[in-house]
């Protein structure tokens, strides 16, 4: 009996005990985020002009490019005026069933749209928006597709669909048409690596830091980093023939704008030693 009450006490007592909990895991530090080439880019060209004092004219091939998308919509719909037998207009073609003249037309149009997009996104990598707002920047930057998806898709649709001397069997092989010229257009268009100037001063600021080492930087023939140490493991391979010794934008100039990780978290830990970079002939 007595065996069995201590066995209920120290059930009881078990059961009083708070469970203990794990200690909550420190969440880690997460990694920076590495400058794209074309922020890079950017940057460099950015220096450059203030180097120089001479800043390149974008707003007038901003200015060009919205005049080039003006003339691909002529170059598609401009419709019949009286009874000037106007040898463009895409869209008056089909409908007078003049396929050689609308072919010409599209051809010219798709020429101009792409001109124009590969003018804006040159343009927004030398200055870039400085908007915040994510949707003001997906606009600005994506103008190229968003023009090529209204020109040859939208405007399209609207005048195939509501023209009546086109049969059916022409409108779907007409709509198909200008879906596969949007899906063409549009993918030279688009801008996959787009550009803030908010990244563009961060890559500036960490070049002016950068550079104040005398030592410069290492980089490959056939790498895409570059780094701060000569001995650094990962040039363990290297031949001399292979290996350059240049400054930081000489390194990003030849697109080797993405520091080592190992020269990184060498740099980091010798932060507060003051230690430099290290050349090859002297460890």
């Not at 003339?71 to 040898?87: F, K, N, T, W």
Request: with cysteine; aromatic share 8%.
């Amino acid at each position: 009996m007595e065996e069995e009450k201590k066995v209920k006490t120290a059930k009881a007592e078990d059961k009083k005990e708070p469970a203990k909990k794990a200690p909550a895991k420190k969440a880690e530090p997460a990694e920076a985020k590495k400058p794209s080439a074309a922020a890079l880019k950017a940057a460099l060209a950015q220096m450059e002009e203030k180097e120089t004092g001479k800043k390149k004219n974008t707003v007038l091939w901003r200015v060009l490019a919205f005049v080039m998308w003006a003339l691909a919509i002529v170059a598609m719909y401009l419709p019949q005026l009286g009874d000037l037998e106007l040898p463009f207009g895409a869209m008056r073609m089909l409908v007078l069933k003049n396929y050689t003249p609308m072919i010409i037309d599209i051809v010219v149009a798709v020429a101009l749209c792409i001109g124009a997009a590969l003018l804006w996104k040159k343009t927004n990598h030398i200055h870039p928006i400085k908007s915040h707002n994510k949707v003001v920047q997906f606009i600005w930057n994506q103008l190229g597709l968003i023009m090529a998806f209204l020109i040859f898709f939208v405007i399209g649709l609207v005048l195939i669909l509501k023209n009546d001397k086109l049969d059916a069997k022409t409108k779907k092989i007409a709509i198909a048409a200008l879906a596969a010229i949007t899906l063409l257009v549009g993918g030279v268009s688009a801008d996959y690596h787009p550009v803030t100037q908010d990244e563009v001063d961060k890559v500036t600021q960490e070049y002016n830091i950068d550079t104040q080492d005398p030592d410069g930087c290492f980089w490959t023939t056939y790498g895409k980093k570059y780094h701060l140490f000569g001995d650094c493991q990962a040039l363990t391979n290297t031949s001399e023939e292979n290996l350059h010794h240049t400054s930081l934008q000489e390194a990003w100039e030849n697109n080797r704008g993405e520091l080592c990780s190992f020269c990184a978290k060498r740099a980091t830990a010798n932060e507060q030693g003051g230690t430099n970079a290290v050349t090859p002939a002297n460890p």
